[in-house]
């Protein structure tokens, strides 16, 4: 478990600048500096939290209820119609901000955007994994 302070820290306070597109009392976005395309936006919670399973009810509230507003505006921004939101945690997953954050990545049909490789098992023990899940949800 990882609280130290990351860039997003210094973003959130304005030591760093950023392109900014939203904010409220929980929540901040702003474009990202690499993009994989046009319109790449990551939305962070003002809560310093390193993975999504750290995080607050209220600020997991915040941040979920301001997505699909944000989505919407990228699209309207941007004329994407396909987009996918994005949300790392840890190094093996791909994590490289130990801040939580949550990408937004329109897809474009000049092949910008998101290239994922879905590798897609068999599914043969689901009732007793789906009850081991459920009774571990707090
Ligand atoms: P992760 O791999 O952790 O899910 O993604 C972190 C993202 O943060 C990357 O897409 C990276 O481009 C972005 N990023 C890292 N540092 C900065 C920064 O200083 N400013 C902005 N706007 N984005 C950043």
Do not use: K
């Not at 997003?8 to 904010?23: K, M, Q, S, T």
């Not at 190094?91 to 329109?106: D, L, S, Y």
């Amino acid at each position: 478990m990882s609280h130290e302070p990351t860039i997003f820290d210094a973003i959130l306070a304005g030591e760093i600048p950023c392109h900014r597109v939203y904010e409220d009392d929980h929540v901040l976005a702003f474009l990202d500096i690499g993009p994989l395309s046009r319109g790449h936006v990551l939305v962070i919670p003002r809560e310093r939290a390193a993975f999504m399973h750290e995080l607050s009810d209220e600020s997991a509230a915040a941040l979920g209820a301001v997505l699909p507003r944000l989505c919407r505006a990228v699209m309207a921004a941007t004329g994407c119609t396909a987009y996918n939101l994005l949300q790392n945690n840890g190094a093996e997953a791909h994590q490289a901000v130990f801040h939580v954050h949550v990408h937004i990545i329109p897809r474009f049909d000049d092949g910008s955007g998101l290239r994922l490789t879905w590798n897609a098992g068999t599914l043969e023990t689901g009732e007793a994994l789906a009850a081991t899940i459920a009774a571990a949800v707090d």
